[in-house]
């Protein structure tokens, strides 16, 4: 069963997200918060599997939420998945940075919001096309940080091969493929890199890949 935690300041988009989850015979939602505050508190009560939060909202907003959730030990299995709307592209950038796991636009289609969060809950990255386009035009314009440099002398040529390849979007099976290896090999690769670089998921190896240099955005 997957336990969700759903936060937004709009009770006609909790309502809607609540019946959708509700339906599905492996989705529980467990809480819900109507601002950043709330959806924190209510984390550490429940300790969800997936945290829906909305990006803006009152007393506290959502990037600021899902830092402190992100960057607690006792939330270290929560994937915190941000709803957004086409029109906040500056926040998608920020919301990575402090721990998001990925987005869901809130507008999305019923099948895409359940498979999104069924996504977030085995631990892989959530960024539709739309969400990857625009993350990457704001790494075109960030020049990568050198900082990261020790960090990736850390991993292995083979590691840093997989988190390249994690980093343009492909699975585990899609990286096996590429590689010649079998997807247990991939999956324990992209597993010990997200050890040595303290990565929650595999949206936060998309955001080392760029920061670091280790590829560069395709414009």
Same mark, same amino acid.
């Given at each position: 069963m997957i336990r969700v935690l759903l936060a937004d300041d709009q009770a006609l988009i909790r309502a809607g997200f609540r019946a959708l989850l509700r339906a599905e015979d492996d989705i529980e939602v467990v809480a819900e918060g109507a601002n950043g505050s709330e959806a924190v508190a209510l984390a550490f009560e429940h300790n969800p599997d997936v945290a829906l939060i909305d990006i803006q909202m009152p007393v506290l907003d959502g990037i600021e939420a899902t830092r402190r959730i992100a960057s607690d030990p006792q939330?270290?299995?929560v994937?915190?998945?941000?709803?957004? %709307?086409? @029109?906040?592209?500056?926040?998608?950038?920020? =919301?990575?940075?402090?721990? *998001?796991? @990925?987005?869901?636009? $809130?507008?999305?289609? +019923? =099948? /895409?919001? !359940?498979? @999104?969060?069924?996504? =977030?809950?085995?631990? /892989? *990255? #959530? #960024?539709? +096309?739309? !969400?990857?386009?625009? #993350?990457i035009g704001e790494f075109v314009s960030r020049p990568p940080r050198g900082s990261l440099g020790t960090a990736l002398e850390l991993l292995t040529n083979r590691e840093r091969e997989v988190v390249a390849l994690?980093?343009? @979007? #492909?699975? %585990? /099976?899609? !990286?096996?493929?590429?590689?010649? !290896?079998? +997807?247990?090999? =991939? $999956?324990?690769?992209?597993?010990r890199a997200m050890t040595k670089l303290g990565a929650r998921d595999r949206a936060q190896l998309v955001v080392f890949a760029y920061e670091s240099g280790l590829i560069e955005p395709r414009r």
């Open positions: 939330l270290s299995a994937r915190v998945v941000m709803l957004t %709307n086409y @029109g906040l592209d500056e926040y998608v950038y920020a =919301a990575l940075r402090a721990g *998001a796991s @990925g987005f869901l636009v $809130k507008d999305t289609e +019923p =099948a /895409d919001l !359940i498979h @999104g969060v069924r996504v =977030a809950a085995r631990g /892989d *990255a #959530l #960024l539709s +096309p739309a !969400i990857t386009q625009r #993350l994690a980093a343009r @979007g #492909l699975s %585990n /099976d899609e !990286i096996a493929a590429d590689m010649v !290896i079998s +997807p247990a090999t =991939a $999956k324990t690769h992209v597993s």
